[in-house]
């Protein structure tokens, strides 16, 4: 269910720590080819309170994501 993946992240991101959260989250969708299948592609921007937390915003979103994803039964491409 795409609304609730993008949802989800959108949770996640706005709960970041390291979020700069007066700027807007942002989305774009788009349909890949991975593996000789399609999926669909979800990116999200949002912003850092300081350039020296992107690696760790990074890694926040990911983790966080890929856990919610699992609990909520969002299935990646292959599942």
Request: charged share 30%.
């Amino acid at each position: 269910d795409l609304e609730e993946a993008k949802a989800i992240i959108e949770e996640v991101i706005v709960t970041s720590r390291y979020a700069y959260l007066k700027k807007p989250v942002t989305f774009a969708i788009e349909e890949v080819q991975i593996a000789e299948r399609l999926a669909i592609r979800l990116r999200a921007k949002a912003y850092v309170l300081d350039v020296t937390y992107e690696k760790p915003f990074q890694s926040d979103i990911t983790v966080r994501t890929s856990a919610l994803f699992r609990e909520r039964g969002v299935l990646r491409p292959g599942q």
